[in-house]
């Protein structure tokens, strides 16, 4: 099994979810990040005190699947995920060594 890590723009997030649905990947988790991709306005920027520079809110976007899928995924990431710029957001992919379902307890035999 596989995770793939995805840094976007907000404003692909929705396009990538349905894109993704559609393609049949359903182990999806969605967390709001700061981070430094270039902004594409700067209605996206804000300063961060805290860090002292100026950041942007990115969504990180973490996809499991089986190994066979991983390129598929990987193109409707850099596909649906475009901006117009060169340097829209980053792909991760990394092993995963378990998977485990978390079931009910009272079904185990």
Same mark, same amino acid.
């Given at each position: 099994? *596989?995770? =793939? *890590?995805?840094? &976007? %723009?907000?404003?692909?997030?929705? /396009?990538?979810? %349905?894109? #993704?649905?559609?393609?049949? +990947?359903?182990?999806?988790? #969605? +967390? /709001?990040? *700061?981070?430094?991709?270039? @902004? ?17 809110? $990115? !969504?990180?976007?973490? #996809?499991?699947? $089986?190994?066979?899928? &991983?390129?598929?995924? !990987?193109? =409707? ?15 991760? !992919? ?10 009910? @307890?009272?079904?185990?035999?």
């Amino acid at each position: 099994m *596989k995770q =793939i *890590k995805a840094f &976007v %723009h907000r404003n692909r997030v929705s /396009d990538l979810i %349905h894109a #993704l649905e559609a393609g049949g +990947f359903r182990r999806l988790s #969605l +967390f /709001d990040v *700061k981070g430094l991709l270039r @902004a594409l306005s700067t209605r996206e920027q804000q300063y961060s005190v805290e860090f002292g520079d100026q950041v942007i809110s $990115e !969504v990180q976007m973490e #996809l499991f699947c $089986e190994e066979t899928d &991983v390129a598929r995924a !990987v193109e =409707i990431f850099q596909r649906i995920g475009r901006t117009g710029r060169v340097d829209a957001g980053w792909v991760y !992919v990394s092993n995963v060594e378990q998977a485990l379902a978390i079931g009910d @307890a009272s079904q185990e035999a």
